[in-house]
């Protein structure tokens, strides 16, 4: 029955669709649902009354949860006044995990606190069972002097040479902010927000489920990474944008054997566990505490991950596969001087 929801985006209403998908089937379930905050949306209409869109969101966030392996999890992301109904419903269904807070502008509310956040709720189907990775993203540095963010005074021997491991607060990831990197859509999510989920609660091959696909987000980063989609959109034009973006995606958001979630030139999400193999990867300089004011850098530049609006081909990405680990020439970066070094393919 999955089948033939398989690596393909569905259009229809995600509650009949989710009800023809067996129990225990998928490994995570990731919605970004309408915040009935009266979005120009194609095909559905974001004014429900109060608890009209109180008991839709409850019924698809049951199908959510049915669906979802014991080991899997299932993410919820909205705004903080949304997600404290969804937290009641979840709280009866499965474990909580996190809160996690995304720090990125929301629309103002009225007369109160600025908000800064949106959340995403991180629930665990069967905490004891729980798939989950720890992962890594790079330390945070000053824009201009690239000096570490943060003073660790006398503990600059024990820094993490790429950075530290990643808490419930996201604030190195932001929203889509040119228009020429949108789509014709008005919520669409950034690819390596996505990317960061799929990589602390899936491995390779496992299947990431998005019962509103917008025009896609969550299937381009479940692709490069590996892992199989389904995805329900209402609206036709959604669900073809989608099609038409998947076309040209390949499964290569890795480095060597292992994933990693590109944004530009950095590799913005790592799995703690690959560090060991990744490492070769990054010119690091040869004391850590130079880590303070050295970034480390890595030895090849990747090409995938420009923001979600990509006209790439996939020659394009064959030729990336191919040149990952190619030489790369004469390297001077603040005091960590030249190097001419030819980056190792690494293989588990
Ligand atoms: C907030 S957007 C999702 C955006 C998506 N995360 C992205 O990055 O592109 C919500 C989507 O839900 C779709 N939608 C609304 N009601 C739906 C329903 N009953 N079934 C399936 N999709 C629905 C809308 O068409 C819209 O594209």
Redesign the pocket.
């Known amino acids: 029955m999955i089948e033939k929801f398989l690596n393909k985006i569905t259009q229809?209403?995600?509650?009949k669709?989710l009800k023809q998908i067996p129990d225990n089937s998928v490994d995570i379930t990731f919605a970004?649902?309408?915040?009935n905050l009266k979005?120009g949306?194609?095909?559905?209409k974001d004014s429900l009354k109060l608890q009209e869109y109180l008991d839709w969101c409850e019924s698809?966030i049951s199908e959510m949860v049915r669906v979802t392996k014991p080991t899997g999890s299932i993410f919820l992301?909205n705004i903080p006044k949304w997600l404290t109904y969804y937290a009641s419903f979840l709280n009866k269904k499965a474990d909580f995990k996190h809160w996690i807070s995304w720090d990125a502008p929301t629309a103002p509310m009225g007369k109160s606190l600025q908000p800064g956040h949106y959340g995403i709720l991180f629930y665990a189907k069967d905490a004891k069972q729980l798939k989950y990775y720890e992962i890594r993203h790079p330390h945070k540095r000053t824009r201009k002097t690239k000096i570490l963010a943060k003073d660790y005074g006398g503990k600059k021997s024990m820094l993490h040479p790429y950075g530290p491991l990643v808490s419930d607060v996201w604030t190195d990831i932001h929203r889509i902010k040119h228009n020429k990197f949108r789509?014709e859509?008005?919520?669409?999510?950034p690819i390596h927000l996505l990317e960061r989920i799929i990589l602390m609660s899936t491995d390779e091959n496992d299947i990431v489920l998005?019962?509103?696909?917008?025009?896609?987000?969550?299937a381009i980063a479940a692709k490069r990474l590996g892992r199989q989609y389904i995805g329900?959109?209402?609206?036709k034009d959604?669900v073809s944008i989608t099609q038409q973006k998947l076309e040209h995606e390949l499964p290569i958001s890795k480095i060597g054997e292992c994933w990693v979630s590109f944004y530009l030139d950095e590799v913005v999400t790592l799995r703690n566990n690959d560090w060991n193999y990744l490492k070769d990867s990054f010119y690091i300089p040869d004391k850590v505490e130079d880590i303070d004011t050295t970034p480390i850098i890595l030895k090849t530049k990747n090409n995938i991950s420009t923001p979600a609006k990509i006209k790439s081909i996939s020659i394009h990405h064959q030729q990336f596969q191919k040149t990952l680990f190619e030489p790369t020439g004469e390297y001077k970066q603040n005091n960590l001087t030249s190097k001419n070094t030819i980056a190792k393919k690494i293989s588990r």
């Open positions: 229809g209403d995600c509650l669709l970004d649902p309408p915040f979005k949306y194609n095909s559905y698809w992301h789509d859509h008005p919520c669409q999510l998005d019962p509103f696909n917008g025009t896609g987000t969550t329900f959109d209402l609206d959604y």
